[in-house]
């Protein structure tokens, strides 16, 4: 019964592989226990058009060994992967689709000329946002090459583990958050997690503006930093200058999170709460409590609530 309780969420970058394991329920998540093993330089890579595990077996041993450590029988998990795998979009299309596959072969057919990959070889998955008074629908979109996710699930599946919903790590981070940051009209969520800068706008609970971009070798207080948010503050504000958002949040490692709070509230104009999260779940007697072990889990931890 505990079992069926459970929910994991493990996240993979090429820095390492990090596990979540929840119990409870979506509306007071507790976090059972945690794992974590960093990866050789070399095993894993982030690309968005060619095979991301480098080392197979290495990969599969690192990933048994750290679910071995959670004591969980169960190999049913959502994976997180670093957005520089795919791409989200906001994308508008004129008037409604008959069905979803026609959606998905008309979604196809608007992007083939701006993808970095065949838009025909992709997984593809959309949600409609809305549809305006004129019909035309506002859709939130992701795509991830074929070759990419494909070579996840299968070298997964050939270990003994059911990677049963695959997404990115801004919608898992998000997700973390988002029992705080649904009770909003509007929000602005902007995080630095694994070298990797997301900027996402939220109107009437659905998001309106996302632009994520990884900084390899970039600190999260660093100018380049700003100069990222600055300048895509001011595109949103562009796009949407009715918007006045006074709900700035922040999510960013434990050792840089104030500063990069207040680099936040310089560019945004407003002060910036910073999300942490200790507060997204209660930790069980096996699990860290405290802000600086957490940080680490995010992403998974959002990856698992979505099957709590």
């Known amino acids: 019964m505990l079992l069926a309780k459970t929910s994991l969420g493990a996240e993979i970058n090429p820095s390492g592989m990090a596990f979540a394991l929840l119990g409870g329920t979506a509306a007071a998540p507790r976090l059972e226990r945690t794992a974590y093993a960093p990866l050789a ?39 997180t992967l670093p957005d520089s795998t795919g791409r989200i979009m906001l994308l508008d299309m004129e008037g409604r689709f008959k069905n979803r596959a026609e959606g998905l072969d008309m979604i196809r057919w608007k992007l083939k000329k701006n993808l970095p990959f065949d838009a025909a070889d992709a997984h593809l998955d959309y949600q409609v946002l809305k549809i305006r008074e004129n019909g035309d629908m506002a859709l939130l979109v992701a795509l991830v090459s074929r070759t990419v996710i494909g070579q996840y699930e299968d070298v997964l599946t050939s270990a003994g583990f059911t990677p049963a919903r695959i997404d990115f790590n801004s919608f898992n981070l998000y997700r973390a958050f988002d029992r705080r940051l649904a009770l909003l009209d509007d929000c602005l969520l902007i995080f630095f997690h694994n070298h990797t800068l997301g900027i996402m706008a939220y109107y009437g609970d659905i998001p309106e503006f996302i632009r994520v971009k990884e900084l390899a070798g970039t600190e999260a207080v660093d100018n380049r930093v700003f100069m990222e948010i600055n300048n895509s503050l001011m595109v949103y504000r562009e796009r949407f200058p009715e918007r006045n958002t006074a709900n700035v949040f922040c999510c960013a490692p434990p050792d840089a999170a104030h500063a990069f709070c207040e680099m936040v509230a310089e560019a945004a104009g407003s002060e910036a709460t910073l999300l942490e999260t200790k507060t997204a779940v209660t930790p069980g007697d096996g699990a860290p409590g405290d802000q600086e072990s957490l940080f680490l889990f995010s992403a998974a931890i959002g990856a698992a609530l979505r099957s709590l």
């Open 41 to 79: 330089a070399g095993t894993v890579r982030s690309s968005l058009r060619e095979a991301n595990i480098l080392d197979p077996q290495a990969f599969v041993e690192r990933f048994q060994s750290a679910h071995n450590l959670l004591l969980h029988r169960s190999k049913r998990l959502s994976l």
